[in-house]
Structure formats: C-alpha cells, structure tokens
C-alpha cells in the first residue's frame, strides 16, 4: 500500500484486533496497575449506528485509549438497553416476536461498532432483555419491596393515549410523551412505584460529591427537578368537615392575606366537600379540566377557570371565613392538592381574584401601588402590614414568628416539601422486566420467591402484543394464573411490567462481574472497578436516568452492596450532530447517513472530524465541517509514517534539536488538552506535529534523522486515539511491533520544554515590519526598547510614536 486508502486499512486491521484483543481489562486482583471506568451510556438497538452515535463514542473512545496509553487497567465495556416499545411496536408490525428485531439490530451495531473502533471488552457484553440479566432486576425490585421502597397505589397518573402505557413524570416534556409526542391525558390507574422521595435530601445533598466533575446545567437541573423548598404546614378547617386539611405554603408569614382557598378539582377532596347545591357545576367543570394537561393547566397566559363548591374554610391565624373554590391551576400533586391563595402578592391568585370578584389584601408593604387596582401582584419582600403581631417584621422574621404560633397553637408546623414525586415504574405494554408480584384474595400482594427468578415472559408476539390500555401479558391465561406462595392457593402474576429505566439504573454495576450467577453484581469486583471514573452520554437523560441511578445507587449502598454513593464521577455531555443549523430528521430532508460518510471517506475521517469540529459539549453542524479535509490531514500524517528511514530503537539524543522541542512541546501541551476534554486543540496541535515533521523530512535534516524518527512515533501514538486504522498501520510501517493502542503514552522532556527563544512579530500601523528573537521572559520595557530600535522600525517613525502596546514576549503595535 503506498498511498493512502481507508477502506484497505480497515479491511486488513479489523480482523487483526479481533485477533488481538486489545482492550480487554484485567480482573487479576494482583494486577498491579491503577484501575480507570469509562462508561458510555446505553446504547438502544432502533437500527444501524447513526451520526450521533459517531460523536458520542469517538469522545468516550479517545477517553479510554488515552488511559490505556498512559497504563491503567481500563474497563471499556459493552452491552445494550433491549426493553422497549420500539420492539414491541416492530413486532406487531411484522407479527413477529420482539426478541427477533431486537436482537438482529443488536448484531447490526455490534458490526457497526468494530468497524468504527471503539475501544471495547467485547468479553463483558450484556443485554438487558436476557432472562439471565432481567432475573436481577426483578431480585433488586423484590429488595426495594421488601424495604418498603416499591409500593402498588391507586391515583391519577400520566398515560399516553398513542403507546397506551402510563409514564413517570419525568417522561412528560411540555405535556407531551418524550418518546411519541403524543400528548398525555391524566387517568386513575392502580400502579407501582419506587418511593425516590425518601431519599430527596439525599440526592440533594449529595450533589456536593459531583461539583468538579458534572456540568453545572445538569446539576441544577437535578435541583430544579428535586425541588426542595422550606414552608410550613397549615392546617384549615373546612365548615361541615370534621378533619382539618392541611395545606403547604412556602410563604406562611402572608397567612393574614388568605382571602379564598382553592382545591384541584380532580383531587379527592374537592368530590368529598362540594355541597350539593354545586355538585352538578362541579362535575361539569371536572369532566372540561381532564382534558388539558398540566402544562396547559398551569400556563400564565391561560385565563383563569373555576367553580365556587358551596364550603368555606377558616383562616387560622384570624378566623374568618374563605370561599373554597375548585380551580384548574392548582394541581392534585403539589402539596396536599390545595392551596391558600394570597392574591396580593401571588399573580396567579390575582388574576383569579380579579375574575371572580374575591378581596385582595396587602400583608406586605413593598411601596408599590395596590395590586386590587393595578392588576399586578406586588413581591413578597418588604415589611409586613395588616397582620397583627407579624406587623413591621422581614419576611425572614414573620416566617419563623408565625411558625412558632401556628406550633404552639397545633395549628401547623415548618416542614419542608420537594416537587420530586415518587417514580411511576409499571408499564402496560409486553416487551419489559415482568414485575415479580403475585396477587393472591387472602394473601395480598406475594413476592415470587427468589429461587423462581427469573419470571420469564410468555411466547406472545404480533396482534397478541397490539396496545389494548392494559398489558397485553393479561391475556396469557396460562402464565397468568399461578399458585399463591404463601397459601397454595389460586392467585395471578401481576402482568405490568418494569419501566426500561429501571433495567439501566444498575446496569454499570453488572459490568463489573457480567457472568457472575450469585447475586446482581460481584460486590469485590464492584469495588475494584467503581464508581465509573467517566460518563459519556447525552444531556437529554439529566433528570431520568442519571437521577434514578443515583437513587438505586443510594439504596444498595443502604443494603450494604456498595461502599460509594455517587455511580458517576465525572460526567461528559456531548452536544448534537446537526445540519444546517436544524436538528436532523427525515421530514426535513436534511438527514446524514453514517454508513455514507464512513464509506466516501473512512471510518478515521469521520471520528477525527468529530474530535477537531469543536468542544465536546457544542453541537457539530455537519454542514460547516470537512471529513474530506480530514482525510487529507491523515493522508499526510500516513506518509510521514511511510517515509521514515532510521531503525528503530535509534537514540533520539543527537536529533535536529528545534523538531525536538516541537516533539515534546506537543506532548505537553495534547496531555494536558486531553485531561481537560479539548480533543480539537489537542486534534490542532497534532497537525502542527505532522507539519513539523513533514517540513524536516522534506528540506529539513531529512528522512534518516532520529528526531523525525521521534516524532512520527509520538504523532502515532497520540493520533490513535482518534485514528486508529491509520496509525495502527504507521506503527507497523515505523517497525514497530505490538499494537499502537498498546504503546505507552509519551513523556514530554521538561528540558525540552524550556525555549530559549520567542520569536516577537513587530507592527507598525498594523503592518508586519519586523521579527525579533527574544528571550521568553523579556520585560515589557525592554522589548519596547528593541522594537523602537529595530532598523526596519525607525525609519517609519517620525520622532516619537503616538502609542506602543506591548504584549511581551510575542507582539509589539505601533502606532506612528
């Protein structure tokens, strides 16, 4: 091969690897290297790789080569989130088995992923629709039951009406199904849950672990999501109903403001105390309210709605009588489903205020005009007014006043509340980890015993699996109808099963010990190898997967599995492939196919485009970048390694000098752009690398001079970590033996690194007129000297310039 061909570099090295085993990570326990975790998330198996996936695993990939350069023990493994509804969907398409589409794209990707060289153990490979992986899911969920952490209830949940299945909450984007788009309706349905809401704080205060090492934006999205806040609980009593309701309020010292109370009218309360004179208008105004969503529900813009029920409640702090209404801007799952409502100084009050003709009352002196007039409702900082002792304290004082009277009084008490609400798990659809619950008449809700897992899933596959609004594992009489456990007696498999989040909220910790058949996970191997040292993945799962790994990690530290608390040290958010400036998609006609750029231009173009086109968190348009120019870059880089004659092993010491300093001045700086996630700086200053090295082979000291030796060696190694196939075949083509990715990182020379001269460009009226050679640690004033002084400066100088700036020891500007 003597020029340049990707396609015949692929061809020969791919096969050459599988031989090799490069990557595989060691579990010698007395394997004396430090161990690193880099994990990619989950791959789905919807069909071929895409230009997505391109982007994501080239960063995870230059992650995990770089460390095995620099000698740790690397675990890089592989394996597929296989649950879903697209199977589900595929296969009543072809009247087909979901396993069949799943696993034949699964074979597809596993192909795609050798031929895009991603660094792998392919040894580790799990999927998490196999009996033998979805057996511990079901062990794990029998655990969370038996510490009272997976619960079954009855309430209004979301259910989307296109994939007829309920969804968690954090599933819900703008009102809409995240998967579909469908928009989602709210439905009573008896579901599980896992109870994520005990360990809220937890997930909170622990966030202090992850500071230095996740993005700023998915931290705060966590918070935002979790949503601690500081109140007090206020009990009210409803006229005509013997047991107070309690209330959350964030602002309890506004109390003497409360002039109505609104309940969400489809909360149970709102049916139980609606007199029977407004029954009917009830009734009504609940049937309109379930078509909207909250999204709608909650929206400023909308115009306020709602139904006076006939009750009044009792202020508490001093006893006058409020107007309970229902109203559709109070959802049944904030709080305790109602709300005191302070029209002064809560816009949205004020607006249903005003539309209803109820009193508005300033408690909260902030100098503005009054809200009853203007129509606007004024902050809640300022001096409190019309409210008896709190008069003339803070906000700050008149919350901590009114929660020791409302506490002495047993009126109410400081609680805190978190908008998380506990994590909707059960689906209605087949393709999923079977919950492992039998439901007995006399026994109740029985745990399949450890020794039947795993509960495997019925033969059903085509119309037998078509949405029907319950899971279509109901119909499978004879897997449905067992014996109880407990009794002996007739009972039945609960047929929900498991949201695929579940699947993957442990997965990280199964690759520790894949094959191990006595428990989820090996707990030594878990603690040789985790937490995961580096993420990789997208943004788009901040508050779904990553909160809920969190979570599971939290709980199997509480079961004494795991001696960490945080799954995930470091964590890397690639941004999207784009076109044009718009989100790929084939209604827009400006999709990329992968298999096309990988075939016009080389697997090694197209991840070292991914590298170079800017940080890893920016999106990439593929319309402003090169792979063609890429490829041309790595032709370049390939003739260097062709065209270098000295032996291997020659002593580097009596080497060109300056191509010497160039060497390790890459070194230093590509470690260091690699530690800190810039792979395109690094990508720059390896082609400044292989222009250095190609300008001393050409009209330098030439082929035969170790120091060109030096650096096609060390361009090699640092260029694999983005093209492989390339410098695989330069390693072999400098006579090397061994895999490049095997090679060892290179040590920069601190001697080396030290420049004994800086060359300072010279401006006058913004011209170039002259190249000084200093020394790097000049002074501002002496090189202001010298550039004055310069005989190609003078002579354009009439007596003294008007201004010199200085940036030492690379610029002087001058302006005459």
């Known amino acids: 091969m003597s020029e340049y061909d990707p396609q015949a570099l692929q061809a020969k090295w791919q096969p050459r690897w599988e031989e090799m085993d490069p990557f595989r990570a060691s579990d010698d326990p007395a394997d004396p290297r430090e161990r690193r975790y880099l994990l990619d998330m989950f791959p789905y198996p919807s069909g071929d790789l895409h230009m997505g996936h391109a982007e994501a695993w080239a960063f995870g990939d230059i992650i995990a080569r770089y460390w095995q350069q620099r000698g740790y ?165 409803i006229e005509g109903r013997e047991e107070p309701v309690t209330v959350y309020t964030t602002r309890p010292d506004t109390l003497f403001g409360a002039t109505f109370f609104v309940v969400a009218p489809d ?76 029209p002064a100084h809560d816009q949205r009050d004020l607006d249903f205020a005003r539309r209803f003709g109820l009193p508005v009352k300033v408690v909260v002196h902030t100098g503005l005009a009054d809200p009853g007039e203007t129509g606007i409702a004024t902050p809640g900082e300022g001096q409190l007014v019309n409210s008896g002792p709190l008069d003339g304290l803070t906000k700050t004082e008149a919350i901590r006043k009114i929660i020791e009277v409302l506490s002495a009084d047993g009126l109410g008490r400081g609680t805190v509340n978190f908008r998380l609400r506990d994590w909707l798990l059960s689906r209605q659809r087949f393709w999923g980890t079977p919950i492992p619950i039998i439901h007995c008449a006399d026994c109740g809700e029985v745990p399949v015993p450890d020794e039947q897992l795993p509960v495997e899933l019925p033969d059903l596959r085509g119309e037998a699996l078509a949405p029907k609004g319950v899971s279509p594992l109901a119909a499978a009489t004879d897997w449905v109808e067992v014996e109880c456990p407990k009794c002996g007696g007739a009972a039945r498999r609960d047929t929900d099963t498991m949201d695929t989040f579940v699947d993957s909220s442990w997965y990280f910790l199964r690759y520790c010990s894949p094959r191990y058949e006595d428990g989820p996970f090996d707990v030594e191997a878990v603690r040789r190898w985790s937490p995961v040292d580096q993420y990789v993945g997208g943004v788009e799962h901040a508050v779904l997967h990553l909160l809920y790994s969190r979570f599971f990690t939290k709980v199997l530290h509480d079961m004494g599995m795991l001696d960490f608390t945080e799954p995930f040290l470091r964590l890397l958010n690639q941004g999207q492939v784009i076109n044009g400036g718009k989100a790929m998609s084939k209604s ?163 001697a080396l690194l030290v420049q004994e001269s800086v060359t300072c460009v010279v401006q006058v009226a913004g011209k170039v007129r002259d190249r000084l050679e200093v020394s790097p640690d000049i002074s501002d004033a002496d090189l202001e000297a010298l550039a004055l002084a310069s005989d190609k400066v003078v002579p354009l100088l009439n007596g003294t310039p008007k201004k010199v700036i200085v940036r030492a020891p690379k610029l002087v500007n001058i302006v005459p």
């Open 73 to 237: 023990n690397v675990l890089h493994p592989a394996g597929w989130d296989s649950f879903g509804l697209p199977a589900e969907n595929a296969a009543i398409k072809r009247n087909a088995h979901p396993a069949e589409w799943t696993y034949a794209n699964i074979e597809t990707q596993v192909n795609s992923f050798k031929r895009y060289a991603i660094s792998f153990d392919w040894s580790r490979r799990l999927h998490t629709s196999d009996p033998e992986y979805y057996k511990w899911t079901q062990w794990l969920f029998l655990r969370f039951f038996e510490r009272g952490l997976a619960y079954r209830k009855g309430g209004l949940v979301n259910w989307c009406p296109n994939d007829q299945t309920v969804l968690a909450n954090e599933q819900v984007v703008q009102g809409r199904c995240e998967r579909c788009g469908a928009e989602v309706v709210r439905r009573e349905l008896t579901q599980w849950y896992f109870k994520i809401t005990d360990y809220a704080q937890r997930l909170l205060d622990d966030m202090d672990q992850l500071e230095d090492g996740w993005p700023d934006r998915v931290l705060a999205m966590q918070r935002n999501w979790i949503g601690r806040s500081e109140g007090a609980d206020v009990r009210f009593v």
């Open 267 to 342: 909360a149970a309360l709102a049916d139980e105390i609606v007199s029977p004179e407004q029954r009917q208008a009830f009734e009504d105004y609940r049937a309109e309210v379930a078509k909207l969503s909250d999204i709608e529900r909650l929206s400023t813009e909308k115009e306020k709605t709602g139904v006076f029920l006939g009750r009044y409640a009792i202020n508490p702090v001093n006893g006058e009588r409020m107007p309970v209404w229902a109203a559709d801007y109070v959802l049944s799952d904030y709080g305790h489903g109602a709300i005191m409502a302070v």
């Open 588 to 750: 827009l006609g400006n999709g990329v196919d992968l298999g096309q750029q990988l075939e016009a231009y080389g697997v090694d173009a197209v991840r070292l485009t991914m590298a170079f086109a800017g940080p890893p968190e920016e999106d990439i348009d593929w319309a402003d970048v090169s792979p063609a120019a890429s490829q041309k870059f790595l032709a370049r880089a390939f003739r260097v390694f062709n065209d270098v004659t000295s032996a291997p092993g020659v002593s580097f010491d009596t080497g060109d000098l300056e191509l010497r300093r160039v060497t390790h001045r890459t070194v230093d700086e590509v470690t260091r752009l690699i530690d800190s996630r810039r792979f395109n700086v690094a990508v720059a200053r390896l082609m400044e690398l292989t222009s250095a090295a190609r300008k001393a082979i050409d009209a330098g000291p030439g082929p035969a001079d170790p120091a060109v030796r030096e650096a096609a060696e060390a361009l090699a190694i640092m260029l694999s970590l983005v093209a492989p196939y390339t410098t695989e075949e330069g390693w072999e083509r400098l006579g090397r033996t061994g895999s490049v990715a095997q090679a060892g990182w290179p040590v920069a020379d601190p």
